[in-house]
Nanobody
Framework: QLQVVESGGGLVQPGGSLRLSCAASGFTLDSRAIGWFRQAPGKEREGVSCISSSDGRTRYADSGKGRFTMSRDGVKNTVYLQMTNLKPEDTAVYYC???????????????????WGQGTQVTVSS
């Protein structure tokens, strides 16, 4: 059974950093792309970043470019989202998700992902 589990959220001051983790099971990270998404109160879920399965290339939404870095550890089968210079507008529940199709380049489209975690809350506030 495919599963992803997020962790690492919390409360951080503006300008601070957090690293989110997404532990995958039931598949390997070189077979399915992983995406990070977030949903703020009253807003639609949006893509943040993703990492392709075969070559590990990453993509970022404009909101995180230059501040967020996505990486993966094949041994731990875990994906990370390092977030720096956090802003209050980054406050949201962050979700990771696994691509529904094997071995393709990642896209930041919610409909392309069918295995979702429960989410982890990130709050940026002074």
């Amino acid at each position: 059974q495919l599963q992803v589990v997020e962790s690492g959220g919390g409360l951080v001051q503006p300008g601070g950093s957090l690293r989110l983790s997404c532990a995958a099971s039931g598949f390997t990270l070189d077979s399915r792309a992983i995406g990070w998404f977030r949903q703020a109160p009253g807003k639609e879920r949006e893509g943040v970043s993703c990492i392709s399965s075969s070559d590990g290339r990453t993509r970022y939404a404009d909101s995180g470019k230059g501040r967020f870095t996505m990486s993966r550890d094949g041994v731990k089968n875990t994906v990370y989202l390092q977030m720096t210079n956090l802003k209050p507008e980054d406050t949201a529940v962050y979700y990771c998700a696994a691509d529904r199709i094997l071995y393709r380049r990642c896209v930041l489209s919610i409909s392309d992902y069918d295995t979702w975690g429960q989410g982890t809350q990130v709050t940026v506030s002074s």
